[in-house]
């Protein structure tokens, strides 16, 4: 049996998952790897296996825009996390992409400098650079995503290649 609060939670999540998506999207839209509608999705399982606990819900819109609120301060505030293997793996690729014209393999030593100028690229830089050339996404996927105009990513791409190109350059000069 559906309780009173589980009917108001899914009406309300049907008529405003919108309007949700763009609230949490002009709140993150500063980065790839935080998704609007993991955190919609990851708050209405909260609020949905919890419905029974809860007093009865008068105010719906008021209680779910303060929960998704606190999960995205929750998300800003926990340092982000990376899996260290995957990231190796992914900037090993790049490492491997941006030598691929030259007639010498890439030795040890240059994918290393390659690592540390992409680890030091600024958040929205990297991320761009890790979501189109190593998971293969669109531009247009990540504006559907994250809310970013599709030209901001194309010359965000741009500058993060070029500034790339320019911090390997003085490695290697070292």
């Known amino acids: 049996m559906e309780s009173e609060n ?30 609007a509608e993991d955190i919609i999705q990851d708050v209405a399982l909260k609020l949905f296996s919890g419905a ?7 105010n719906v819109a008021g209680f779910v825009y303060k929960s998704v609120r606190n999960r995205i301060i929750d998300i ?4 982000k996390k990376l899996d260290a293997v ?7 690729e790049i490492a491997t992409m941006l030598h691929q014209d030259m007639d010498n393999p890439i030795s040890e030593e ?10 030091q690229l600024k958040p929205p830089y ?8 190593i998971e293969g996404y669109t531009d ?9 105009p599709e030209g901001t990513l194309m010359s965000r ?8 190109y320019k911090k390997i350059e003085l490695e290697l000069k070292k």
């Open 157 to 164: 791409r741009h500058r993060a290649i070029g500034i790339l």
């Open 76 to 79: 800003m505030r926990k340092p």
């Open 86 to 92: 995957e990231v190796d793996h992914e900037l090993s």
């Open 140 to 148: 247009k996927e990540i504006s559907n995503e994250t809310g970013i």
């Open 52 to 58: 029974d606990r809860y007093a009865p819900i008068n």
């Open 110 to 119: 240059k994918i290393s400098i390659h690592k540390h100028c992409i680890k």
């Open 126 to 133: 990297r991320d761009i650079i890790i979501a189109v050339d």
């Open 6 to 35: 589980s009917k108001k939670l899914k009406d309300f999540f049907g008529r405003e998952y919108h309007s949700l998506k763009f609230f949490v999207n002009s709140k993150i839209s500063d980065s790839v790897n935080r998704n």
